[in-house]
């Protein structure tokens, strides 16, 4: 596996970055602020506790994904560092995966850190819970893979802002493809109703990995809510880093 | 045998919004570079250096034409297992230091090298120092150093050096030359790019000299810009600082770096004068090397020449 000096290079960069550790403490403090917020009714602490909690791992890897995603390929070119990686042995194919795989690597971490660090906040305030808590962060996992490869599909043709811009966008509908699909019916505009389709249709669809809501408020989950989510992420992963790839192979540094 | 080969080899850019304006940054070049010999590409900026050497190590993809490297193409990646590759003014990825540059450098070929290695390619290109240190805060000849530890670490058997001079006062230079002319008597095969002619002058067996994407000459030096002498350059060290304004006098410039001196002369008479100044003062001689008309002065009449001619 040569491209596993791909892997570590990006993860290297990324630890090296103060601003992971920023946003790790933006999400450590927002954490800690669920002990302050006084329940408006009985019982309801739990779960706002816990409800904060898993927003903030959400809130912060996702802002992680999006911003360090951005720039993964793009700065390479600017700064011309990918002189040094293509002139090895190494197939182009090979570069996107291996940065793809840095960070995911890297958003993992993140994931686990903050996951232990709520872990400490359950501890402390004496709330209970089972392992069912951890299955949001398992899809966030599948969701931050879609993010990660948007942002790579991007920033092969993009400067890192706006690739980050247009991940953001995507996110930002990927949540609202519900209201889309109720748009389509309930419109009487035939463009807007073909506008919103196409999108419904078009892009990808992250709503269905956010279970927090279920999760926190102990309704079952089926298994379907689970694995179905998994292959879907897995599918658009491997789409998007194979058109990622076609882009790349035809370019000229 | 040749190791490198390349025949009408052209690049043509489109650049512009609709991709409109070409731009021939090579045309038509066959080139073969043998086992063993260093080879001096030059020519002026913008003559197609750089886009040459990056369409040999496969970064950039040619027009048409055709480029084999022990008789494989570029798109077989495998066949740079066998390439160093230093690019012009070379960035680094900042936020490593320099052993951990050469670590990474080692497993992009796929190869686990040990520390002791690691070491001695260091201590080969001078960088021992400064290996702990982050390579932002490296200077720009630092960097090109660094940058050939990169090249040696796997010890491929081709070097291709993209202005690997570049950016370095005198003495610098000198010692880059000297670290080459090593290289290729441990059996390497070096290109190497330069727009500066006195580079080339000690190292090449034979150099080409590129203008506007086209091989307009190739051969020995001395075949192409002739035997005469035009300057001596002098290094030494450990002459008071006292004496200095005397061997500044005789000297056509007196330049420093570090804790060495260079003089530039250009009769025989003051060389032989500024070699005794230096002995009677106790310093330390490095180096004498005669230096021919420069390549900008040869660009210069070639091109007066076909502008008459036209
Ligand atoms: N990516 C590119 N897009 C458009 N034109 C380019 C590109 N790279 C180089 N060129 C042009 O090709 C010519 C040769 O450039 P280059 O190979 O860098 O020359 P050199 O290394 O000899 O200075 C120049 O005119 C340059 O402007
Ligand atoms: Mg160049």
């Known amino acids: 596996m040569r491209f596993k000096a791909i892997i570590l290079n990006t993860f290297i960069e990324s630890l090296r970055d103060k601003i992971l550790i920023v946003l790790l403490v933006v999400g450590f403090i927002l954490m800690a602020s669920s002990k302050f917020i006084k329940p408006l009714a009985l019982g309801e602490e739990i779960k706002i506790i816990k409800d904060l909690s898993l927003s903030s791992i959400n809130f912060i890897s996702v802002l992680i994904a999006i911003l360090i995603g951005g720039r993964l390929i793009y700065k390479e070119i600017e700064k011309r560092t990918i002189y040094l990686v293509l002139s090895k042995p190494i197939k182009r194919w090979e570069f996107i995966l291996g940065k793809y795989l840095g960070q995911m690597l890297l958003?993992?971490?993140?994931?686990?850190?903050?996951?232990?660090?709520?872990?400490?906040?359950?501890?402390?305030?004496?709330?209970?819970?089972?392992?069912?808590?951890?299955?949001?962060?398992?899809?966030?996992?599948?969701?931050?893979?879609?993010?990660?490869?948007?942002?790579?599909?991007f920033s092969t043709f993009t400067t890192p802002l706006t690739a980050s811009i247009f991940t953001f966008i995507l996110y930002f509908i990927g949540h609202l493809t519900r209201d889309l699909k109720a748009l389509a019916q309930i419109s009487k505009s035939p463009i807007v109703k073909v506008i919103a389709n196409f999108l419904y249709y078009t892009l990808p669809n992250l709503a269905n990995f956010d279970i927090k809501g279920k999760v926190v408020h102990e309704i079952p989950i089926s298994f379907f809510l689970i694995y179905l989510p998994i292959i879907y992420g897995i599918l658009w992963?491997?789409?998007?880093?194979?058109?990622?790839?076609?882009?790349?192979?035809?370019?000229d540094f | 045998m040749a190791i490198i080969f390349c025949e009408n080899l052209t690049k043509i850019y489109r650049s512009g919004f609709w991709k409109l304006k070409k731009v021939v940054a090579v045309n038509r070049l066959s080139?073969?570079?043998?086992?063993?010999?260093?080879?001096?590409?030059?020519?002026?900026?913008?003559?197609?250096?750089?886009?040459?050497?990056?369409?040999?190590?496969?970064?950039?993809?040619?027009?048409?034409?055709?480029?084999?490297?022990?008789?494989?193409?570029?798109?077989?990646?495998?066949?740079?297992?066998?390439i160093g590759f230093?690019?012009?003014?070379?960035?680094?990825?900042?936020?490593?230091?320099?052993?951990?540059?050469?670590?990474?450098?080692a497993q992009m070929y796929g190869k686990e090298v040990s520390s002791k290695r690691i070491y001695e390619v260091l201590e080969l290109v001078g960088m021992i120092e400064a290996k702990d240190m982050f390579l932002k805060n490296y200077s720009r000849g630092m960097l090109q150093r660094i940058g050939l530890a990169c090249c040696l670490i796997t010890e491929p058997k081709i070097l291709i050096l993209d202005e690997p001079m570049g950016g370095l006062d005198p003495i610098g230079r000198k010692e880059i030359r000297d670290l080459i002319i090593q290289l290729k008597k441990a059996g390497k095969t070096i290109?190497?790019?330069?727009?500066?002619?006195?580079?080339?002058?000690?190292?090449?067996?034979?150099?080409?000299?590129?203008?506007?994407?086209?091989?307009?000459?190739?051969?020995?030096?001395?075949?192409?810009?002739?035997?005469?002498?035009?300057?001596?350059?002098?290094?030494?060290?450990?002459?008071?600082?006292?004496?200095?304004?005397?061997?500044?006098?005789l000297a056509k410039d007196l330049i420093r770096s570090g804790d060495k001196w260079m003089a530039t002369c250009e009769e025989e008479g003051k060389r032989e004068h500024l070699l005794s100044l230096i002995q009677n003062f106790g310093g330390r001689l490095h180096s004498l090397i005669p230096r021919r008309k420069s390549l900008e002065e040869y660009f210069f009449t070639f091109m007066k020449e076909k502008r008459d001619a036209l």
């Open chain 2, 191 to 249: 290109i190497f790019s330069s727009h500066i002619l006195s580079d080339a002058e000690m190292l090449c067996d034979r150099i080409g000299i590129l203008i506007k994407g086209e091989k307009v000459k190739e051969g020995t030096i001395s075949e192409i810009v002739g035997e005469e002498i035009y300057e001596y350059e002098i290094i030494f060290s450990n002459v008071g600082e006292v004496y200095l304004p005397e061997i500044k006098r």
């Open chain 2, 31 to 82: 080139l073969t570079i043998n086992e063993g010999e260093i080879y001096g590409l030059l020519g002026p900026n913008g003559a197609g250096k750089t886009t040459t050497l990056k369409m040999v190590v496969g970064l950039a993809k040619p027009t048409s034409g055709k480029i084999l490297i022990m008789g494989k193409e570029p798109k077989d990646s495998e066949i740079r297992k066998n």
């Open chain 1, 107 to 153: 958003l993992f971490l993140v994931i686990g850190i903050l996951t232990i660090a709520f872990g400490i906040v359950l501890l402390l305030t004496g709330v209970p819970a089972n392992f069912l808590i951890l299955l949001p962060n398992l899809l966030l996992l599948f969701q931050l893979s879609i993010i990660t490869s948007l942002a790579i599909f």
């Open chain 1, 237 to 251: 992963t491997l789409g998007l880093l194979y058109f990622s790839f076609l882009i790349f192979e035809k370019k």
């Open chain 2, 86 to 105: 230093l690019p012009e003014q070379p960035y680094f990825y900042e936020y490593l230091k320099g052993y951990e540059l050469v670590y990474l450098t």
